[in-house]
């Protein structure tokens, strides 16, 4: 079945640094979805791409979908500490369901 | 949030005992989702739902079974918990015209 791969799993960064996390799916995805959950939190959807190449800018947040559709990107600048938590993926193909990645785990060290 | 609850929010009970937890929505949407959530593992799907009485299973639906009655409640239930079930379960519904999906605050299960 399909699958989405996502790294790193964690990463620690000071604050002000650049984070960067980057889904791979083993088949080519009709739309990748981006979701954040804080720590004790649910997940709270982000943003939605759906056209090869496309780049959409959230603020500091930059996601970019590959030309394939079997990658993506999260690139978030000068973090801080609010943007704490874990970054997941999810696409799917066609009408099936969404498949989540394993999600990274941003710590900002202040 | 998207008017989504889950009851209860905390559980624990014992192996073999049936759990069930319940998701409520308010806005009508036709297609509601169970997660559990484990270290190391992200989301997996259990069962979703379609409709009223339409379900499917998911990636990791054996041990579970769901229910759907009405549109605004779906049920999920472990027949005899396992402490493998011990885990945070999350109810999530599809968005309108799009598949982005909200999710509800979660019920941490603990099976002893």
């Known amino acids: 079945g399909q699958q989405v791969m996502q790294i790193p799993q964690y990463q620690h960064v000071q604050e002000g640094e650049d984070f960067t996390t980057y889904c791979n799916s083993s088949?080519?995805?009709?739309?990748i979805q981006w979701y954040k959950q804080r720590p004790g939190g649910h997940p709270v959807f982000l943003i939605q791409l759906v056209k090869s190449g496309e780049v959409k800018k959230q603020k500091r947040l930059t996601f970019q979908f590959g030309e394939a559709k079997k990658n993506s990107s999260l690139h978030i600048t000068a973090t801080q500490t609010t943007d704490v938590g874990t970054y997941f993926c999810a696409g799917n193909s066609g009408n099936t369901p969404l498949v989540f990645g394993k999600g990274t785990r941003l710590s900002v060290i202040a | 949030d998207a008017g989504i609850t889950q009851s209860p929010r905390h559980k624990v009970t014992e192996t073999g005992t049936p759990v069930t937890l319940r998701c409520h929505q308010t806005?009508?949407?036709?297609?509601m989702y169970w997660y559990r959530q484990d270290p190391g593992h992200g989301l997996r799907l259990i069962h979703y739902s379609y409709g009223v009485k339409d379900t499917d299973k998911g990636e990791v639906s054996d041990g579970y079974s769901v229910s759907r009655s009405k549109t605004e409640d779906f049920l999920l239930t472990l027949e005899s918990a396992t402490s493998s079930q011990t885990s945070v379960y999350f109810c999530a519904i599809r968005g309108g015209h799009t598949y982005e999906q909200y999710f509800g605050p979660g019920t941490r299960l603990t099976v002893t």
């Open positions: 806005e009508n949407h036709r297609y």
């Open positions: 088949t080519t995805l009709s739309n």
